[in-house]
C-alpha cells in the first residue's frame, strides 16, 4: 500500500522554524522526486520545493528562497522541509508529493497533509 505521511507541522510564531517530514512507503521512493506543495482555503495549491530523485538538484518558489531547505534521505525513504523565518503568509497546510514521469504518463502520490499555522 503506497503511503505519503507527513508530520511536523504546528503553531509558531512569526520569525520561528519548523522541519517538516515526509515518510513514504509501498513505492521506490528513491525513483520519485519530492515535491512539498501548500495550499489556503479559497487558493490554488502551490507548488514550494521539489527535490529530484538522487537529491542532486533541489527548487524552489521565490516566496521561500533562502528560508527553505529540501531536502531527502533515500535511505530512510523519507523527505523534510526545514521552513525558518516563517512569516504570516506561510501559514497553510503542506502536502508532500511523489512524482515519477514517463514517457507519455506519470505516477504521483499525495500525503494527507499538514497544517502550519504561523500567529504570535
Known amino acids: 500500500q503506497v503511503q505519503l505521511v507527513e508530520s511536523g507541522g504546528g503553531l509558531v510564531q512569526p520569525g520561528g522554524s519548523l522541519r517538516l517530514s515526509c515518510a513514504a512507503s509501498g513505492f521506490t521512493f528513491s525513483s520519485y522526486t519530492l515535491n512539498w506543495y501548500r495550499q489556503v482555503p479559497g487558493k490554488e495549491r502551490e507548488l514550494v520545493a521539489s527535490?529530484?530523485?538522487?537529491?542532486?538538484?533541489?527548487n524552489y518558489a521565490d516566496s521561500v528562497k533562502g528560508r527553505f531547505t529540501i531536502s531527502r534521505d533515500n535511505a530512510k525513504n523519507t523527505a523534510y522541509l526545514q521552513m525558518n523565518n516563517l512569516k504570516p503568509d506561510d501559514a497553510a497546510v503542506y502536502y508532500c508529493?511523489?512524482?515519477?514521469?514517463?514517457?507519455?504518463?506519470?505516477?504521483?502520490?499525495w500525503g494527507q497533509g499538514t497544517q502550519v499555522t504561523v500567529s504570535s
Open positions: 527535490i529530484t530523485p538522487a537529491g542532486g538538484s533541489t
Open positions: 508529493n511523489a512524482r515519477r514521469d514517463f514517457t507519455v504518463t506519470f505516477t504521483t502520490y
